[in-house]
């Protein structure tokens, strides 16, 4: 079953403006990291946030992660066409080295120029 | 950056026939890879595990002897897909990580494209 569930499914919005996605899981966790795929691609990693950290940074992406409601968000502010693209969040139960992750269900941003 | 080179893109294939995908590290080494199944708009599902120079470790309800694994090599894991049916039409995604970083995230190959006739 899938740990993660992201919401919304589908965003559209226009470009400059900020989009934020959400994701829950179910069990313990490690870490949680969140990825990005264009259409018909593999996954690039976009950024990883451990338990023990609440907020993470990276560019014009802002992670958060409360383990108290096990849910996390990924802001991406000042979106630009290129952001237009599914984003997966994924959990990894045992850490780096022997990781094994699992894969939320995926919001399909869409960003309108 | 790391790249993991997933070949072939895509494959068209008669029903009963068998196809093999390959997934290189290009740049580093990888004594573990990973091999998803990704439905149309769908999340990606772990199939397996592949450990190189030993059997590969299957996700409940994943049959081996249909999708059997072979890390020959640090650098190699190959996916084939035996006797399929329109069933196993599906992306078909490997990742790997660098053995030698132990702090490094997954990177994934672009994807192999199944359609089985």
């Known amino acids: 079953s899938q740990q993660g569930e992201e919401d919304p499914q589908a965003l559209s919005i226009q470009e400059g403006e900020n989009a934020t996605m959400n994701c829950s899981y179910k069990t313990s966790i490690n870490n949680l990291q969140w990825y990005r795929q264009n259409s018909g691609r593999g996954l690039v990693h976009l950024i990883l946030?451990?338990?023990?950290?609440r907020e993470k940074h990276s560019g014009r992406l802002r992670v958060t992660l409360d383990t108290s409601k096990k849910s996390s968000s990924l802001l991406i502010t000042a979106s630009r066409a290129a952001d237009t693209a599914s984003y997966f969040c994924?959990?990894?139960?045992?850490?780096?080295?022997?990781?094994?992750?699992?894969f939320g269900t995926g919001t399909r941003l869409t960003i309108i120029p | 950056g790391a790249v993991v080179s997933q070949h072939p893109s895509w494959v068209i294939c008669k029903s009963g026939t068998s196809v093999k995908i390959e997934c290189r590290s290009l740049?580093?080494?990888?004594?573990?890879m990973f091999w998803y199944r990704q439905f149309p708009k769908q999340s990606l599902m772990l199939m397996a595990t592949s450990n190189e120079g030993s059997k590969a470790t299957y996700e409940q309800g994943v049959e081996k002897d249909k999708f059997l694994i072979n890390h020959a090599s640090l650098t190699l894991s190959t996916l084939t897909v035996t006797s399929a049916h329109p069933e196993d039409s599906s992306f078909y995604i490997c990742?790997?990580?660098?053995?030698?970083?132990?702090?490094?995230?997954?990177?994934f190959g672009n994807g192999t494209r199944l359609t089985v006739t």
């Open positions: 994924a959990t990894d139960s045992r850490g780096f080295g022997n990781e094994k992750l699992t």
């Open positions: 990742s790997a990580r660098d053995s030698g970083q132990g702090r490094s995230p997954l990177h």
């Open positions: 946030i451990r338990s023990n950290e």
């Open positions: 740049d580093f080494q990888a004594t573990t």
